[in-house]
């Protein structure tokens, strides 16, 4: 299958070819370093993501209990909420995409 430019009213064929399909697997990508770099950058990222966004979640509900002496104006709020979820998810990105990512 390949692309053509249309120039000047005809078509050329382009000057250069794009490369086959990587696999989805390589076993040769288990004996990287780089392989198991990125799978703990991912870990420690998904770890930290759901500690600080639990830890909002929970601080905002035990902060609003009336039992416990707050009332509903105390907390984060669900913005606060909102906010340290797309917070951690732009840092999470920020500092794992040259590791983890192929960019």
């Not at 870990?43 to 609003?64: D, E, M, W």
């Amino acid at each position: 299958m390949a692309k053509e430019i249309e120039v000047g009213g005809e078509f050329q064929a382009k000057d250069y070819h794009d490369p086959p399909p990587a696999l989805l697997a390589d076993a040769q990508e288990l004996t990287q370093w780089s392989f198991y770099r990125a799978i703990i950058a991912e870990f420690i990222a998904t770890l930290l993501f759901l500690y600080i966004t639990v830890l909002t979640v929970i601080g905002y509900n035990s902060q609003v209990d009336p039992a416990k002496g707050g009332d509903d104006c105390d907390g984060v709020g669900i913005l606060g909420i909102a906010w340290a979820f797309g917070g951690m998810i732009f840092i999470l990105v920020y500092c794992t995409a040259g590791i983890s990512g192929k960019f």
